[in-house]
């Protein structure tokens, strides 16, 4: 039996769209609301650049989440190059038949000019969203720590929070769950996602954000003094699955030896099935879902 073919020894998860609701829904949400194209918003995201874009200095702990970031965070989703360059990205495919169609120069209505984005509400409403727990993988995840038969970690492309901070209405801001009321199963569960895991790893702590192979290396090395602890199997690379909703980042997570599992918006129970599978045990139960 091929390591690959074996249950992992190790269980690596993103948290956003993973664990919780996506903050992609609440960008998507953004986009149409304001017809916009869609996916452009993750496009100048992703287009950084690395070394100096708002999004991955946040994430990284370079800068601190304040006003001067918000207008840095405006001003990257708001360049004419990456605008343009994202038209003519949608345009070739929608001659190739595969994307959104452009009429004369228009995607969804909206013409050539950047769209006017509101970066400080667009930024806590992908907060706000990502404090509910996702109804299937939450409770899959409960049922493998429940099992103790796996060491499980969590890295998240995360940002600090200060202290006191206000969100975009003027109320105060906190990272807790936000769990169903009661009778739900989970109502009194902790509203901490880190006791979830074993380990638990954010980009902005640690200083370094994923797909960065060096964020993957790490967390083996740590999720491997954690088997070690407990007087379990040593944790490699290779008997690590890692689960993430991301295609850059499961990418350069298989480069770096990890097996993976492609978390697709909307679609978490799916992947948990595909857990099921590599786990070798049931994590979907209608009656523990939220």
């Known amino acids: 039996m091929s390591d690959s073919s074996k249950p992992p020894k190790a269980i690596l998860f993103d948290i956003g769209g993973v664990v919780v609701i996506s903050p992609f829904q ?30 991955q200095l946040i994430e990284r702990g370079e800068v601190e989440l304040n006003d001067d970031w918000f207008a840095a965070f405006k001003k990257q989703l708001s360049k004419p190059e990456v605008w343009s360059e994202y038209l003519q990205k ?17 995607v969804d209505g909206h013409g050539k000019g950047v769209p006017e984005i509101d970066a400080k509400r667009l930024f806590w409403r992908m907060m706000k969203l990502s404090r509910a727990p996702d109804p299937y993988m939450y409770p899959a995840l409960k049922k493998l720590k429940e099992s103790g038969r796996f060491v499980l970690g969590a890295f998240s492309n995360n940002v600090t929070f200060p202290t006191d901070i206000l969100d ?29 895991f074993d380990i638990f790893l954010g980009s902005a702590a640690v200083g370094v954000r994923k797909p960065d192979p060096e964020a993957y290396k ?57 857990l099921e599978q590599e786990a070798g045990m049931q994590l979907l139960d209608d009656k523990a879902k939220l």
């Open 26 to 55: 609440a960008i998507l949400d953004y986009e149409i609301e304001n017809k916009i194209p869609v996916g452009y918003i993750n496009y100048a995201i992703q287009k950084g650049p690395h070394d100096t874009g708002a999004w």
């Open 90 to 106: 949608l345009s070739k495919e929608g001659a190739a038949g595969g994307g959104q169609a452009i009429d004369g120069g228009k």
């Open 168 to 196: 975009d209405e003027g109320v105060l801001f906190t990272k807790d769950l936000i769990h169903p009321p009661p009778p739900s199963p989970f109502a009194n569960d902790s509203k901490d996602v880190t006791t979830l």
């Open 218 to 274: 790490l967390a083996v090395r740590e999720m491997d003094k954690i088997a070690k602890s407990k007087g379990m199997a040593t944790v490699t690379a290779e008997n690590t699955l890692f689960l993430d909703d991301i295609g850059i980042n499961l990418k350069f997570a298989k480069k770096t030896g990890l097996r993976t599992i492609k978390v697709n918006l909307g679609k978490t129970k799916d992947a948990v099935e595909e």
